[in-house]
């Protein structure tokens, strides 16, 4: 997978070069280009952003600058493929699990970290001419900039790319996965300050093991984001799961 990422604050974006994601660099099953924005200014000044028409607080980031950035970052590849471009921002679609399963499957991802508030419309707009772009929220919160949520998106969509993670089975079992919030985790010792480690996750009976963790995270779920239930499909719950 190839990602290119666009910003004014290339350092913000180091973390990706650390740890996992640095391994996955390396062994070249991910590729990250951070582009500095400013490179594409042709002032002095080298502005980005100017005042927003209409009034009102805080600065937009110009279209001239973006416009050229984006044709030069996201030109047709080789065999004509285009990026999928996503723009994060507090206005746009819910980020989830979903959506990182759905970027892990394209071969070019390209992020356009907006600043200050926001990204001249005009730019998306033009942009969604040549590729499909994607303005997406990853909370009901507001950053300053887009950098952070970049890196929370490709830290999601890498951990799911085949020898990202050392073991595939964490991806298939984590949180969202099945629908569910993931349930209590335990290790050694077996007794700390007083609190024992559940009796049936020693037992070493699997089935009953599978089921107390099914509970768990259907309690979870439950006491804490009930509306993923009501997105379960019918299927996904059977006669036990109703009981509880
Ligand atoms: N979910 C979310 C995105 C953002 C920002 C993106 C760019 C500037 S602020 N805040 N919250």
Redesign the pocket.
């Known amino acids: 997978m190839r990602i290119d990422v666009l910003t004014i604050f290339p350092e913000y974006l180091e973390p990706l070069r650390a740890a996992l994601l640095g391994k996955a660099i390396d062994k070249k099953l991910i590729s990250v280009d951070v582009h500095d924005l400013r490179d594409y200014t042709h002032d002095v000044h080298k502005a980005v952003d100017d005042s927003p028409y209409g009034g009102g607080p805080g600065m937009v980031m110009k279209p001239q600058v973006w416009g050229e950035a984006l044709d030069d970052v996201c030109k047709p590849d080789a065999d004509g493929t285009l990026p999928r471009l996503i723009v ?3 206005a ?1 679609q819910p ?1 989830t699990q979903e959506t990182a399963r759905e970027y892990a499957r394209l071969p070019w991802l390209a992020f356009a ?4 508030e ?1 990204i001249d419309q005009r730019v998306v707009d033009d942009a969604a001419g040549r590729m499909q772009v994607d303005e ?11 950098e952070v ?1 970049v890196l929370v998106m490709v830290e999601a969509v890498a951990r799911l790319l085949p020898g990202v993670l050392g073991n595939p089975a964490s991806a298939e079992q984590d949180s969202f996965s099945d629908g569910l919030l993931e349930g209590p985790s335990y290790t050694r010792p077996e007794l700390w300050r007083g609190l024992a480690v559940p009796d049936v996750l020693r037992s070493g009976n699997h089935k009953l093991i599978d089921r107390w963790r099914r509970d768990q995270a259907l309690e979870r779920t439950f006491a804490r984001r009930p509306e993923l239930l009501d997105r379960l499909a019918d299927d996904q719950l059977d006669k036990h799961d109703r009981a509880l």
């Not at 970290?113 to 200050?116: D, E, I, N, Q, V």
């Not at 997406?136 to 887009?146: A, E, M, P």
């Open positions: 994060p921002t507090p746009g980020f970290c907006g600043r200050y926001g997406v929220s990853i909370g009901d919160y507001v950053l300053v900039g887009g949520a």
